[in-house]
């Protein structure tokens, strides 16, 4: 059965950093492009960034140049290294298969507030 769990998030600062971690089970990410999208109450699920099979990354232009994501094959897991956090990135986040997604997890919640 596939399962995706999403773990890391918390309530920080504006400015501070998080990684957010995110376990499949039941397939292998490490063959599928992967990403992490978020979403904000009232509002649709966005892209947040993602990773191809070979490592290639893409960001949305909002977390471009404070995110990353990066593998974790062994584990088979997907990080999302997120600095320089700032209200706006407050939301739920979860991980998923790019484009044809698997069942949503349960996400989890990034607050960012001073």
């Known amino acids: 059965q596939v399962q995706l769990v999403e773990s890391g998030g918390g309530l920080v600062q504006p400015g501070e950093s998080l990684r957010l971690s995110c376990e499949a089970t039941?397939?292998?990410?490490?063959?599928?492009?992967m990403a992490w999208y978020r979403r904000v109450p009232g509002k649709q699920r966005e892209l947040v960034a993602s990773i191809t099979r070979d490592g290639i990354t893409s960001y949305s232009d909002d977390v471009k140049d404070r995110f990353a994501i990066f593998r974790e094959n062994s584990k088979n897991s997907v990080h999302l290294q997120m600095n320089y956090l700032r209200r706006e990135d407050t939301a739920v986040y979860y991980c998923?298969?790019?484009?044809?997604?698997?069942?949503w997890g349960p996400g989890t919640q990034v607050t960012v507030s001073s």
């Open positions: 039941g397939f292998s990410a490490t063959i599928y492009t």
């Open positions: 998923n298969r790019y484009g044809t997604t698997y069942a």
